[in-house]
């Protein structure tokens, strides 16, 4: 019998970026690079793409942080805009980001993103059965307000107590503020058995993909600004 589903939205303090307009571009927003700044575009809702550049070491912390839903304010020579990180740029030998993306929207307009989703807790049916625990969906899409978009949403499988207990997008429960676009017959998460840990690796590596986990260039890559 399949306990109570629990999830809930986790969100993040208010992350501030400053920026300021930049003027170089080009292959000279390499010396840019060597004087610790990050090269950055930000554009979007009623606004026209504009090049700024931020602190790279600030700014790698604080986008160390975000998810691909965080919201995020820009402060750019004083005046603060809302919006979301739609790619970053990074050298993957240096392990160093290049260039960011950021995308403006407005707090009185509903967006649509993808949100991450997290489980947390133990499932009993995996100490007492031997379950495996099988997941599915790892992102759902959501609509809401920017400033209600979720960091990402922690799914609670300690209630997942019997072989074929399963938690699915139906089980949700977001608040009024979001509206979850995905089926909602899709599983995010099930307990399954009679499968060895053998038998999971071999099947794993039969059908593995390679996963782009970042968009990645080396610096000479970099399309000029």
């Known amino acids: 019998m399949q306990g109570e589903r629990r999830s809930k939205e986790e969100k993040m303090e208010k992350i501030i970026i400053h920026a300021t307009h ?3 571009t080009g292959k000279k ?36 942080r975000l998810t691909s839903s965080s919201l995020v304010t820009i402060n750019l020579d004083g005046q603060e805009h809302a919006a979301l990180v739609r790619e970053k740029q990074r050298d993957l030998i240096k392990n160093e980001l290049l ?6 929207v407005s707090l009185t307009e509903k967006i649509r993103a993808r949100v ?35 960091d990402r949403i922690a799914v609670d499988i300690s209630n997942l107590r019997e072989i074929g207990d399963g938690i699915y997008v139906r089980d949700l429960n977001l608040g009024d503020k979001v509206e979850i676009l995905e ?28 996963e782009v986990i970042e968009k990645g260039k080396k610096e000479e890559e970099i399309p000029e600004d």
């Not at 260039?99 to 403006?104: L, N």
């Open 22 to 24: 930049r003027d170089v």
């Open 29 to 64: 927003v390499g010396a840019l690079r060597r004087q610790g700044k990050l090269p950055a575009v930000l554009y979007g809702h009623n606004f026209s793409p504009t090049p700024i550049t931020l602190d790279r070491h600030d700014a790698t912390l604080a986008l160390s």
């Open 99 to 104: 260039h960011v993306d950021f995308q403006v």
């Open 116 to 150: 991450g989703i997290t489980l947390t807790g133990t499932a009993p049916a995996v100490k007492i059965y031997n379950g495996v625990v099988l997941t599915g969906l790892e992102e759902i899409e959501v609509e809401c307000l920017p400033q209600d978009l979720p």
């Open 183 to 210: 089926d909602k017959d899709e599983m995010i998460v099930i307990i399954t058995g009679g499968t060895t840990e053998e038998e999971i690796v071999e099947e794993a590596a039969e059908g593995a993909e390679p």
